[in-house]
């Protein structure tokens, strides 16, 4: 039975970059497994933060795949991005991984996808995952509609999406870079 269920939601804001993640595993479509995991994690020195969404197992692995490529590209986060994506264009890795990251340093942010895709958010919002669009709707109107700062938008944007999301729920995480 796969085990599923989070939000990550990640906001770009006068120079802090904030993502947030809920703690909800689920397995299947009616059981909470646990409620205070962490998903959400700072990686290649403190320097990198990443959450991750989709199939446990598949999350672990495009995470670890990912910090691999920022340990041999000196954490170019960009090219250890497309390198990872590539990966799965030509063929190296066996399968495609049923998971997606964003991941963020002080200058970018990119989501990541198990199947090789790299997508850079137009507007410095994003999220992914079971609430991911809740949690979107309500980073993008707090951006525009409030002077708060990208913690407070993403955390808050996570409780937003806790309220409409039965995959999400209330236990959050948040790094800022």
Same mark, same amino acid.
């Given at each position: 039975?796969?085990?599923?269920?989070?939000?990550?939601?990640?906001?770009?804001?006068?120079?802090?970059?904030?993502?947030?993640?809920?703690?909800?595993?689920?397995?299947?479509?009616?059981?909470?497994?646990?409620?205070?995991?962490?998903?959400?994690?700072?990686?290649?020195?403190?320097?990198?933060?990443?959450?991750?969404?989709?199939?446990?197992?598949?999350?672990?692995?495009?995470?670890?795949?990912?910090?691999?490529?920022?340990?041999? $590209?000196?954490?170019?986060?960009? *090219?250890?991005? #497309?390198?990872?994506? @590539? &990966?799965?264009?030509? %063929?190296?890795?066996?399968?495609?991984?049923?998971?997606?990251?964003?991941?963020?340093?002080?200058?970018?942010?990119?989501?990541?996808?198990?199947?090789?895709?790299?997508?850079?958010?137009?507007?410095?919002?994003?999220?992914?995952?079971?609430?991911?669009? $809740?949690?979107?709707?309500?980073? *993008?109107?707090? #951006?525009?509609?409030? @002077? &708060?700062?990208?913690? %407070?938008?993403?955390?808050?944007?996570?409780l937003i999406a806790s309220e409409l999301c039965v995959f999400t729920n209330?236990?959050?995480?948040?790094?800022?870079?």
């Amino acid at each position: 039975m796969e085990m599923r269920g989070t939000t990550i939601c990640a906001v770009k804001r006068n120079g802090m970059t904030a993502i947030a993640g809920d703690g909800q595993v689920t397995m299947g479509e009616s059981v909470i497994l646990k409620g205070n995991a962490i998903k959400v994690k700072r990686i290649y020195n403190d320097k990198v933060v990443i959450g991750f969404a989709g199939s446990v197992s598949d999350a672990f692995s495009l995470s670890e795949k990912f910090e691999e490529m920022l340990q041999k $590209y000196s954490g170019n986060l960009m *090219r250890s991005a #497309v390198e990872l994506a @590539e &990966l799965w264009r030509s %063929d190296k890795l066996p399968r495609k991984l049923d998971a997606l990251i964003i991941a963020a340093d002080k200058e970018s942010l990119y989501i990541i996808s198990g199947s090789g895709e790299v997508i850079e958010p137009e507007s410095g919002v994003c999220a992914i995952g079971s609430g991911g669009n $809740y949690a979107l709707a309500a980073a *993008r109107a707090l #951006v525009v509609n409030t @002077e &708060l700062s990208a913690d %407070d938008i993403a955390k808050k944007s996570l409780l937003i999406a806790s309220e409409l999301c039965v995959f999400t729920n209330d236990h959050i995480t948040v790094e800022v870079v």
